[in-house]
């Protein structure tokens, strides 16, 4: 078998996995976020294995775009506490990023183009400034709702190490998740006043991010 054709092989089981753990999981995901107490008692109930399925669950919202990672942050900070909510959503999230990011590496655009819109692509220019890119993308990933779940599977494209990635995805997304599973947390012990200024905090963070994104990413003049 020629070397191409061992990369589609490859190429397509890893398709078939990731289709495989969203038919399997799509279910469970729903129920888990959509109610935490039932979480909250999948976890009591099954210890560390109910953790790592968790910590699974979140792998597969960060590899599958479409999912939205905050329900998840205020499950996490509703079953576990805030700090440690925080943490296993970090951890996990920077494993999905990690894994998505040697994934293009190794397959390139065709890998995106299977979980990413074209359309969105087009849209992310920042990642073209070669000389500011680790800077730029660790402060893009301190802004809330910036679409990080797309530019992870662009980052792959670029010459960024590996490492350089991980301390971005881990630091870049550790407030925003601090915020979102104190929320969790105060929404659990019934202190809406917390939520209510964590509310007030990301939309504050949100338009004066969202701000700095638009100048950071306005397409380059050539």
């Known amino acids: 078998m020629n070397r191409k054709k061992y990369r589609y092989l490859i190429l397509a089981a890893v398709i078939v996995f990731f289709v495989g753990l969203a038919v399997i999981f799509w279910q469970p995901i729903l129920s888990f976020v959509s109610d935490p107490e039932s979480l909250r008692v999948y976890i009591q109930e099954n210890g560390l294995v109910g953790v ?35 943490i296993i959503c970090d ?41 500011r890119v680790q800077s730029i993308l660790f402060i893009v990933f301190l802004i809330p709702a910036a679409p990080k779940d797309v530019i992870t599977y662009l980052v792959g494209l670029t010459k960024i190490s590996v490492w350089s990635w991980i301390l971005i995805c881990f630091v870049g ?36 991010g969202m701000k700095i994104y638009q100048k950071f990413n306005a397409p380059q003049e050539k």
């Open 52 to 86: 790592l399925a968790f910590c699974l669950l979140n792998i597969i919202q960060v590899i599958f775009a479409v999912i939205p990672g905050g329900p998840f942050e205020l499950a996490a900070g509703y079953v576990f506490g805030v700090l440690p909510g925080t």
């Open 91 to 131: 951890i996990s999230m920077t494993i999905a990023s990690v894994l998505v990011f040697l994934l293009v590496r190794k397959f390139g655009m065709q890998f995106v183009e299977l979980f990413i819109d074209p359309e969105e692509i087009s849209k992310i220019h920042f990642l073209d400034n070669n000389q």
């Open 173 to 208: 997304r550790f407030p925003a998740i601090l915020l979102t599973a104190l929320s969790g947390s105060a929404l659990g012990d019934q202190r809406y006043e917390i939520v209510a200024v964590v509310i007030v905090v990301f939309l504050v963070c949100y338009l004066v």
